[in-house]
């Protein structure tokens, strides 16, 4: 396997600053790094992309999550492994990931639910998250990068 070219935030320096600065601001909004990082291993299961699924469970596990969960991630609604508002997390990531997979990309009832559990703040730092990942998700599919040897 061979990447394209290499990551475009390492050619753009400007941009990696931008897509960093653009990831912490969900834990300043008071979410959890293990949720945002479940956040983030969900969307680049959907997205395929092999470097943020390689990489986002190890992030995750170096804040404490268990394997049990990681590996359950892709079936959340089938285990018994998530509270109610990491449900409603993954949920919202699956619906604002898939954005052009139904008629009614963010239906009222997946964002009632989070809506629920996340007060304004939280819920806007979701969302940022939930961007965030797509975003880098689409620089490493579009360019090939390779889980391991992108630079990360």
Known sequence: ?????????????????AMQALSA???NAGLSPVLLE??????????GCGVCADMHPRLAKQH???DERLFAVAAWRDTPYFTDAERAALALTEAV??????EDPVPD???????????????????????????????????????GQSGW
């Open 38 to 47: 479940l956040v983030n291993l969900r969307a680049s299961q959907i997205n």
């Open 97 to 102: 990931t898939r954005l052009a997979d139904r």
């Open 64 to 66: 404490g999550e268990t």
């Open 109 to 147: 009832d997946v964002w009632d639910t989070a809506a629920r559990h996340f007060d304004e703040q939280a819920l806007a730092g979701l969302l940022i998250a939930i961007a965030g990942i797509n975003v880098w998700n689409r620089l490493n599919v579009a360019t090939r990068q390779v889980a």
């Open 1 to 17: 396997m061979h990447a394209r070219m290499t990551q475009p935030v390492f050619v753009l320096p400007d941009a990696m600053k």
């Open 25 to 27: 601001l969900p834990l």
